[in-house]
């Protein structure tokens, strides 16, 4: 496939359960240089590790804009979101060494409890310019060392927005 750049917007479908055939894909599109993906409010998705996987495939890749948020739910901690892991995900951003610009919003994944694999790829990702990270409203989280670990390391960091606003369980920022 010679596609380089695609928008995909499923915002909103409930009954949403799996992305693990779009991963899939996706992997096929090695020509890829543009992602920009919205899985926003899809509150029955559990897992998005194929789609991780897939990411990794994608070697061209410059830009990747990932919606994960789940901000329009009343009771974040009720369960709306059931997301508990994005350690494929981060794994495989490590793959991706051309990424330029990445927007990960995973606002309101209140059953998150980690985002150090995630952390471990970003150091990884020495042509990194712009990082939108928004993990607002993760209440699980308890720590983000890997990720302060991995922002020290992007030398070509010039733009940075990080949002930790109601990770009511976070003890610490030391890294």
């Keep these: 496939q010679q596609l380089q750049e695609l928008h995909l917007n499923l915002r909103g479908c409930g009954n949403l ?3 693990d055939e779009l991963g899939k894909a996706l992997a096929a599109l090695q020509q890829l240089q543009q992602l920009h993906l919205n899985l926003s409010l899809c509150e029955n998705l559990t897992s998005v590790d194929e789609l991780g996987k897939a990411l ?7 830009q990747l804009h ?4 789940w901000s ?3 009771n974040l901690t009720g369960g ?4 508990t892991s994005v350690d ?5 951003l490590a793959a991706l060494q051309q990424l330029q610009q990445l927007h990960l919003d995973l606002n309101g994944c209140g059953k998150l409890t980690s985002v150090d694999e995630l952390g471990k790829a970003l150091a990884a990702l020495q042509q ?3 990082l939108h990270l ?3 409203g993760c209440f699980n989280l308890t720590s983000v060392d890997e990720l302060g670990k991995a922002l020290a390391a992007l030398q070509q960091l010039q733009q940075l927005h990080l949002n930790l606003s109601l990770c009511e369980n976070l003890t610490s920022v030391d890294e």
């Design 17 to 19: 359960t799996s992305v």
């Design 56 to 62: 990794a495939a994608l070697q061209q890749l410059q």
């Design 66 to 69: 990932l919606n994960l948020i």
């Design 72 to 74: 329009l739910c009343e």
């Design 80 to 83: 709306c979101f059931n997301l």
């Design 88 to 92: 494929e995900l981060g794994k495989a």
């Design 128 to 130: 990194l310019q712009q």
């Design 134 to 136: 928004d993990l607002g």
